[in-house]
């Protein structure tokens, strides 16, 4: 039976002045794949998901998520969307002013659509915490965490939501090797465990090696190549080596 | 020619900044009345601000009082016009001086603060990590802090100018012989509504001023630990600026309505 596609980009245009960032971006995202797009540094790639979210307008181009065109929706349904569609930050974003708790619970309270109002909301908490093995952080502040704990402290508040797609924004920059490898395993868990579709957007070879299923390089504003890690590492052609070596 | 073409870039980012401002403020105003509304977080605000300025506030309004009495003193002696002292107190610190200083004070304790605090959290992707959570950043930010700075900024207004004349009152107690309450009947006698109500509406202005100002540098901060400072900084600077506009203007519209 041929996969059916929950993410379809077509044709995707965007600039910042006269810098061309996408040029004609296409993608499909499976269900229950897991997608790495690797690139240059400033070639567009967190550009890319951003539009995919509706935090960046695209110049041109279509963008559709489970079958709704995110640019023709209201509003109130993307951000109904959006509860379907985590988004894992590159420098985690938890908010500071909050302690773990409220970090969670934030859009909990504000998705009353999805799953009613919740009156005691630590049970959800505490389970997206266990998911991350960092129950015993609840009551800590975002100041008071380690990098590798605020990312997965991070992946917890995506993962509260229970959404179908995750978006990972450079997971492990920033970590040492042993906390990235944590945060890939975690990855790779929390995928098995709930069937999500992901996009991993990274640099990190061995990253994209463990847990791609299938790879998109990102060159010269464009989808320039796409096949397995395997396939990918394996290319003749001096751009795509580049990558791997 | 090159000082021309600076000039000219110069004034059109003048205008392009105008341009976006007024779009921040209109988009204020249509958030203001579209549900759902944050009260929570607004009070949470209005809480932060009114608290923590509590004290600088008062300090700098008696200390105002205190020394405006005792430079003052000695001109009235001369003249032999020591018992106008609370009506000239009262009216100075009630119509100019008691507004335009708690408000200066308000944009570099608040205007500063917001500023910086939405800067970092644009830095950090808070923001852009609060609208992928389905909350309206600018309602929740945005909307709640101008409202606060705007409704906390009179009542900030009449502490300070309470504590101002509390001030001047002490000084003219230990100074001549004057009993407190001899000088709040005097201070009361000299005020009328057209004191009190004219002040009062500028002062609504200045803590939408103060609000609006921070806001919109921090919630546009450019990239960087650079730009939240300069967010920061210049919040304080176009805030203080235009509290000085607004004076002049509610000024000259109240010396219209009362003429």
Redesign the interface.
């Known amino acids: 039976m041929e996969k059916k596609p929950i993410i379809t980009i077509e044709n995707l245009h965007k600039s910042f002045g006269d810098n061309c960032v996408l040029d004609g971006f296409n993608m499909q995202l499976y269900e229950g794949e897991n997608l790495v797009i690797m690139g240059k540094s400033g070639s567009g790639k967190s550009v890319m998901i951003k539009c995919l979210i509706g935090l960046e307008e695209p110049d041109s181009g279509t963008i559709t998520v489970m079958g709704k065109n995110i640019n023709q929706l209201e509003q109130a349904e993307l951000d109904e969307l959006r509860t379907e569609i985590g988004f894992l930050f590159q420098g985690s974003a938890l908010y500071d002013s909050m302690s773990v708790r409220e970090n969670l619970e934030f859009p909990l309270r504000r998705h009353t659509k999805k799953f009613g109002i919740i009156k005691d909301t630590t049970p959800m908490v505490m389970e997206a915490l266990e998911n991350v093995g960092l129950a015993h952080a609840i009551d800590l502040m975002p100041s008071e965490l380690s990098g590798g704990m605020k990312r997965r402290i991070a992946l917890a508040r995506t993962l509260i939501l229970q959404p179908k797609i995750i978006l990972y924004d450079e997971p492990t920059t920033g970590l040492d090797p042993i906390t990235s490898k944590e945060i890939i395993l975690l990855m790779m868990s929390i995928q098995k465990k709930y069937n999500t579709s992901s996009i991993i957007i990274t640099h990190d070879v061995d990253c994209a090696r463990v847990i791609a299923n299938r790879m998109i390089l990102l060159i010269d504003s464009i989808n320039y190549a796409e096949g397995t890690f395997e396939t990918l590492s394996a290319s003749e052609d001096p751009k795509i080596k580049a990558f791997f070596k | 020619m090159e000082n021309d073409s600076k000039v000219v870039t110069s004034f059109k980012n003048f205008l392009i900044e105008i341009g976006e401002l007024s779009y921040f403020t209109a988009r204020f105003f249509k958030e203001l009345f579209n549900p759902p509304f944050e009260f929570k977080e607004f009070w949470r605000q209005c809480y932060n601000m009114g608290n923590r300025s509590l004290l600088l506030v008062s300090v700098t309004g008696f200390i105002i009082g205190l020394v405006f009495t005792l430079q003052s003193r000695p001109t009235l002696e001369e003249f032999g016009a020591v018992s106008w002292m609370p009506s000239m107190v009262s009216i100075s610190i009630i119509r100019e001086i008691g507004p335009i200083i708690t408000a200066l004070i308000c944009a570099g304790r608040i205007g500063s603060g917001i500023g910086a605090?939405l800067g970092?959290?644009r830095v950090?992707?808070?923001i852009?990590?609060?609208?992928?959570?389905?909350?309206?950043p600018y309602k929740y930010l945005v909307v709640t802090r101008i409202l606060a700075t705007t409704v906390m900024l009179p009542i900030l207004v009449f502490f300070g100018d309470a504590i101002a004349i509390f001030g001047s009152a002490m000084v003219e107690n230990i100074k001549g012989n004057v009993s407190f309450l001899l000088y709040f009947n005097n201070v009361f006698d000299s005020l009328q509504f057209s004191d009190v109500i004219p002040t009062t509406f500028k002062t609504f202005f200045f803590g939408f001023a103060i609000g609006l100002v921070g806001c919109y540098k921090g919630y546009n901060c450019k990239k960087g630990t650079a730009g939240v400072g300069l967010a920061a900084n210049s919040a304080v600077v176009y805030t203080s600026m235009l509290l000085f506009i607004i004076d002049f203007i509610a000024v000259f519209v109240t010396n219209i309505f009362y003429s």
Not at chain 2, 128 to 136: H, K, L, Q, W
Request: aromatic fraction near 0%; hydrophobic fraction near 25%.
């Open positions: 605090e970092s959290m950090t992707e808070q852009d990590a609060m609208e992928v959570s389905g909350t309206n």
